[in-house]
């Protein structure tokens, strides 16, 4: 563990982006902190070490890694620029991902969230262009991006130039079953 002064300006949200670590981890390693919109300025938290954070067998980081490094195989194959990763879309992703098990539905619209789009917004993210691709049951990444690129819209998302950046998100339930979505964007 770290510890971290809050400086003026900081939220949860984004002190879990500036050290790479998902919100609920942020949380886990902070129990004296039981509202995370109320943080002050020169309070000290806990930053978990990577170490120090709770990981399934199958590693959920390296497979939202490789899909993201799967995704950038395929546009060079045709051409196009690769994705840079951004690690707040990551963050939005690994939610919606969570958000569907959580609330028992698999669709595009969140009950919580809204459409992808509104998600997005939410979560303080600009963009000028965004797509969204989401998926459930595949037990690897590369049977994931198999399953996408055979998807004629999915495969349009993946390669379409417009977008520059991507984030990943990947949760499993309690049955181990993993939930998967893909966030596109252009700044």
Do not use: C
Not at 54 to 71: G, Q
Not at 147 to 155: F, P, T, V, Y
């Amino acid at each position: 563990m770290t510890a971290y002064t809050v400086m003026p300006g900081d939220t949860m949200w984004g002190i879990a982006n500036k050290f790479e670590i998902k919100i609920s981890d942020l949380m886990a390693a902070n129990p004296q902190i039981t509202n995370s919109n109320l943080i002050f300025s020169g309070q000290i938290i806990n930053i978990p070490a990577v170490a120090d954070v709770p990981s399934p067998a199958d590693n959920i980081k390296a497979l939202e890694t490789e899909v993201i490094r799967l995704v950038n195989v395929e546009r060079a194959r045709t051409g196009q620029s690769a994705l840079v990763e951004n690690n707040k879309i990551n963050n939005v992703a690994r939610i919606k991902s969570k958000d569907f098990i959580n609330n028992n539905y698999f669709a595009h619209n969140s009950p919580i969230y809204g459409t992808p789009f509104d998600m997005i917004r939410s979560f303080g993210i600009t963009f000028t262009a965004a797509a969204e691709n989401i998926a459930r049951g595949h037990r690897t990444a590369a049977e994931v991006m198999n399953s996408w690129m055979s998807s004629s819209s999915h495969r349009a998302n993946i390669l379409n130039s417009t977008y520059n950046q991507i984030g990943v998100g990947v949760a499993k339930d309690d049955s181990g079953n993993l939930f998967w979505t893909q966030i596109f964007i252009k700044n």
